[in-house]
């Protein structure tokens, strides 16, 4: 059983900057196929925002590339997400998530509210 936790969130201005951390625990996210950052604003649809496979390719929704940036450190067993320029438009709450390749796991979410 995979657990995941975020940190990190909270109210920023706008061109103001953030990191969501993402804690693991049950398996290391080394072995994961993939872990990744998703947002959901209201009314919307949960969408991707970035993405990390096992061997450390990464993947950025059109409108984060080059502003955010996905990283993770196996010793801490912990996936980031580096949000810089924050737009207002960025606000939701944001979901962390690996895949094991059987199983896809999900954490409890943190807000990300940006002002203008």
């Known amino acids: 059983q995979v657990q995941l936790v975020e940190s990190g969130g909270g109210l920023v201005q706008a061109g103001g900057s953030l990191r969501l951390s993402c804690a693991a625990s049950?398996?290391?996210?080394?072995?994961?196929?993939?872990m990744g950052w998703y947002r959901q604003a209201p009314g919307n649809p949960r969408e991707l925002v970035a993405h990390?496979?096992?061997?450390?390719?990464?993947n950025y929704a059109d409108s984060v590339k080059g502003r955010f940036t996905i990283s993770r450190d196996i010793t801490k067993n912990t996936l980031y997400l580096r949000m810089n320029s924050l737009k207002p438009e960025d606000t939701a709450v944001y979901y962390c998530h690996s895949n094991t390749g059987s199983y896809d796991y999900w954490g409890q979410g943190t807000q990300v509210t940006v002002s203008s």
């Open positions: 990390i496979t096992r061997d450390g390719r990464t």
């Open positions: 049950g398996r290391s996210i080394f072995n994961m196929n993939t």
